[in-house]
């Protein structure tokens, strides 16, 4: 997909300023407790998520986050299709203070593509 270049710059800047975990990490730090966050739209992630995943799509993040993940010191995994809304939704979320957060690296294509689920 073809983005703007005003989003990819945003996307870029925040990639670089949250941490991005390889899939093969993810299995083990949710079985370690960390909450895996599918911050793509209702639609896609019926279609097709990471098993476990709680939905919230990137525009309700901000409103809804802290009703369903009320403690700032909780590791959340956000993860989109391939990296850019899963960057973009972790840099939101350590701005509001989830310190923790972080993102899937290739996203859940990626992930998929390495556990063949």
């Not at 989003?7 to 990639?15: K, V």
């Not at 901000?62 to 299709?81: A, K």
């Amino acid at each position: 997909m073809a983005y703007t270049e005003k989003f990819q710059t945003m996307s870029d800047n925040a990639i670089a300023r949250v941490n991005a975990l390889e899939p093969s990490q993810v299995d083990k730090l949710v079985a370690d407790g960390a909450i895996l966050l599918d911050i793509r739209d209702k639609e896609e992630h019926d279609k097709s998520n990471i098993e476990g995943s709680i939905n919230l799509s990137r525009g309700k993040l901000e409103m809804n986050i802290e009703g369903i993940i009320p403690d700032l010191n909780s590791l959340i995994i956000c993860y989109c299709n391939a990296n850019n809304r899963g960057a973009l939704s972790a840099a939101t979320l350590k701005d509001m203070g989830y310190y923790n957060a972080m993102f899937i690296s290739g996203g859940r294509i990626a992930y998929l593509a390495l556990t063949d689920k």
